[in-house]
C-alpha cells in the first residue's frame, strides 16, 4: 500500500497524527532494515522458550515463593521450556532437559547444575570457548551468565 492509503486508514481507537507518525516511522528504510534483520535473527532460534514478557527474576521469585528454595539455573532452563500442559516446546529442548536433570540427580544437588557446559555437550563441542565462538558465528544471543 502507499503512504497516503496507509495513513488514511486510521483505526478508530487511535489519533489520526498518532497514526501517520507511526506509519512514517514503520515505511522509513532503516525500520524496515531493521525489521528483516530481526526476521532472520528469529528464523535462527531453533529452541524456542515459554517466557513470555515475563522477567527471569520474578519468574525465579515466583518459583522460589512455591517451593521454598532458591531454583538454580537448570531448573529455572526446565521452566522456561515448558508448556503449559507440561510437554517442552521441541525434542532439542527435552534433549537439554534430560541432560540437566542427569547431571542434576549425579550431582545429588539442584544447585550444582553447570547449564553452559550442558549446551556445549548438546551441540557436540569440546569446550566452552568454542561453544561461544561457534554461538557468535550463528549470531545466537546466548546470555553468558547462564
Known sequence: MR???????????IPRDQWACFVNY???????????????NRNK?????????KSN??????????????PSRGMMYIETHKRKDGSFVNNEALTIVEQIEL???????????PLMMLLVKFWGLNTLG???AW????????PLGM
Open 3 to 13: 503512504r497516503e492509503a496507509l495513513v488514511n486508514n486510521v483505526p478508530d481507537d
Open 45 to 53: 532460534q531453533i529452541i524456542p522458550h515459554t517466557c513470555g514478557s
Open 130 to 132: 568454542e561453544f561461544i
Open 103 to 113: 547431571n542434576m540427580t549425579q550431582s545429588n544437588t539442584q544447585f550444582e547444575c
Open 57 to 70: 527474576s520474578r519468574r525465579r521469585h515466583e518459583m522460589h515463593l512455591k517451593t521454598g528454595k532458591k
Open 135 to 142: 554461538a557468535w558465528e550463528q549470531r545466537l544471543q546466548i
Open 26 to 40: 514503520r515505511l522509513k528504510p532503516s525500520t524496515v532494515e531493521l525489521c528483516m534483520k530481526n526476521k532472520e
